[in-house]
């Protein structure tokens, strides 16, 4: 399964992906929507559950989760949120 995780605090995008890789998933770590509307563009990468933080510096991962939906109905969403402290 590959796993685009959206979030951009550093620390927590490490954590997350440490753990997530420990469980043999692709991670694709991205901190900002930007970058990861461009991993969804690309055929290259497919991606089977996105973990999109809530609050970004360029948008509402809600607001990303929407409009990929619309795009890609066969993907999984998720929605987090909180920080590490």
Known sequence: MNILFIEDERELREAGVAQLE?????VYPVSNL???REIMADASMPVHLVLADQSLPDGQGIQFVI???EQF???EYAIVSRCLT
């Not at 420990?22 to 692709?26: A, E, F, K, Q, S």
């Open 67 to 69: 409009e990929m939906k």
């Open 22 to 26: 420990l469980h043999r998933y692709t």
């Open 34 to 36: 930007a970058d990861a």
């Open 73 to 75: 109905p066969d993907c």
